[in-house]
């Protein structure tokens, strides 16, 4: 099947400071990918769609200069934390589109100390 | 997407099968039903989906009902490895794949 790969897997940063993230497709083009946030023991909540070439969706309630989202070519998009706070800390994950199914990223653990 | 109500947890013997219900009253006739599952900190695992007809894979089998107002995800021979939680989600198989999660139903299989 298709594999999205997300990096790091982990990152522990200092609050005050901005945080990217990596989505990539690795064997096909996605001119949509998705990102989604998860506390623990919660379910999966999309943040945003992403698509290439243009700009992001927000959903409601997530601050788009905060979650700076960048999808500047078909395979690679990424998520750019600005100024983590601690209530930030939590496990984002990736999707992205191969004609209408989405495949999944590891995730990515972010931790705001 | 029609809202989906699943179990909030289940166990089952390492080596018999798990059989996870989903009930989604409310799908209607483009709706197909996804299962997916999420081992703990790992992203989401497609494992199956299917809109009317029973469907089998080297995963698992999806078994829906006549009428499609709920499904059942059957793993034929759990091991350890399939503890996770299980979400079931009905959605349009469309361009725009954002999937809706819910709360999913945590498996756990004993040794």
């Known amino acids: 099947g298709a594999v999205v790969s997300q990096h790091p897997s982990w990152v522990i940063c200092k609050s005050g400071t901005s945080v990217k993230i990596e989505c990539r497709s690795l064997d096909f083009q996605a001119t949509t990918m998705f990102w989604y946030r998860q506390f623990p023991k919660k379910s999966l909540m999309l943040m945003a769609t992403s698509n290439e070439g243009s700009k992001a969706t927000y959903e409601q309630g997530v601050e788009k200069d905060k979650f700076l989202i960048n999808h500047a070519s078909l395979t690679l998009s990424t998520l750019t934390v600005t100024s983590a706070h601690p209530e930030d800390s939590s496990f984002y994950i990736c999707s992205a589109l191969l004609n209408t199914e989405a495949f999944f990223g590891q995730g990515t653990r972010l931790t705001v100390v | 997407d029609a809202k989906t109500t699943q179990p909030t947890s289940m166990d089952c013997a390492e080596g018999r099968a798990a059989n996870l219900p989903c009930n989604h009253s409310t799908i209607s006739g483009n709706e197909y039903v996804y299962w997916y599952r999420q081992i703990h900190s790992q992203g989401p695992q497609y494992i199956i989906h299917?809109?009317?007809n029973n469907e089998t894979n080297e995963m698992a089998s999806l078994i829906i009902t006549e009428d499609r107002k709920s499904s059942t995800l059957i793993l034929p021979h759990a091991t350890l490895r399939d503890t996770a939680v299980y979400y079931c989600?009905?959605?349009?198989?469309?361009?725009?794949?954002?999937?809706?999660f819910g709360s999913g139903t945590q498996l756990t299989v004993l040794p």
């Open positions: 989600i009905a959605t349009r198989s469309g361009s725009a794949r954002q999937l809706t």
């Open positions: 299917g809109l009317k």
